[in-house]
């Protein structure tokens, strides 16, 4: 137990054979299967759940009442609603330094004391802000929480190798896409009412912003009044993508891919491409060597971020 309270960020990558992902938000959860003995990962079992949770053990009781997930090899992704994640200036210590050094410099920036959180860090790519800036990723999480999910897997006989974030997930994930390297990829996370946009290039995260939505599942953009939901989304959208070629120094974004379980939000698409310079898309669980394509756009909304975690999702380079 006394590891988990160190780490939150695994730094172990799934080894050959069997690995299960677990995703937790607030709007639903989702587990799946993997097996990575052959050439590509092969999903063998899955199983979503819909709801509102509280918190992750809300969300991770009720998917395993429903259908418990297999014993074997577990990670973790939890929904951005469960913990904060702040972009900081990385200390200059050495690596071994850097998680405490970063847990005191943030502990004025959250509400809760720090001695009751997880903290741990993930740095930005070295060509991120065109090298000017070294920055990093801090990712906390009340201990409460930690412990509560740990003892949960020890109940279902799950052998729990890591507690991560969606924002690590989905950039682990798009390492699975063919065509995509060197590409800049958008990927926009709802989950009910509120969502990210993640930007990933080679399947590592160079900036994240949270979006927030209104109760009827729309982009509140802190507007009372909007005739279509997607216009001040992408206009947020649109400041994300244009303060990653400005600031982080990156070329454009290539692809952008919406990831949900909402059937209103996935027809956004068409809406989106139309005010934005590139177009959007569902993303494409089905392309994946070995997913199951009979998975509907629900279910795939849902496990999206567990097949991230499951793939090595809550790995961090700090």
């Known amino acids: 137990m006394s590891s988990w309270l160190k780490r939150l960020i695994t730094k172990k990558k799934p080894q050959r054979g069997a690995v299960l992902g677990v995703s937790l938000t607030p709007r639903g959860a989702g587990w799946c299967a993997l097996e990575l003995t052959g050439e590509a990962p092969v999903l063998t079992g899955s199983a979503v759940i819909n709801g509102r949770f509280r918190t992750p053990l809300e969300a991770f009781d009720a998917l395993c009442q429903q259908q ?10 939890l929904s951005h609603e469960f913990y904060n994640l702040l972009l900081v200036d990385a200390p200059n210590v050495p690596d071994a330094e850097l998680r405490e050094a970063v847990k ?9 004391p720090i001695e009751k959180m997880v903290v741990d860090v993930f740095r930005l790519p070295a060509d991120a802000y065109r090298g000017r800036m070294n920055m990093l990723y801090a990712a906390l ?22 507690i991560g974030i969606a924002e690590l997930a989905l950039a682990a994930v798009t390492r699975q896409l063919s065509g995509v390297e060197n590409l800049s990829l958008a990927l926009l996370h709802m989950t009910g009412d509120t969502g990210s946009i993640n930007l990933v290039e080679n399947g590592y995260l160079y900036l994240t912003r949270t979006l927030e939505m209104n109760a009827g599942g729309g982009y509140s953009g802190n507007v009372d009044f909007q005739p279509d939901p997607t216009d001040n989304l992408a206009l947020d959208i649109q400041r994300s993508l244009d303060y990653y070629e400005s600031q982080l120094g990156k070329s454009g974004v290539n692809r952008l891919y919406l990831v949900t379980e909402s059937q209103q939000q996935q027809q956004w698409c068409e809406s989106l491409s139309q005010r934005l310079p590139i177009r959007a898309h569902l993303f494409p669980m089905a392309d994946l060597l070995g997913m199951d394509q009979t998975l509907d756009p629900q279910q795939q909304g849902l496990l999206v971020p567990a097949l991230g975690a499951a793939l090595g999702g809550c790995h961090g380079d700090a």
Not at 68 to 77: K, Q
């Open 68 to 77: 418990a997930p297999p014993a074997m090899p577990c990670h973790v992704s």
């Open 141 to 162: 999480i009340e201990k409460a929480t930690v412990t509560a999910l740990v003892t949960a897997c020890e109940r279902e006989h799950l052998t729990l190798e890591g």
């Open 104 to 112: 005191w410099r943030v502990k004025d920036l959250i509400a809760q």
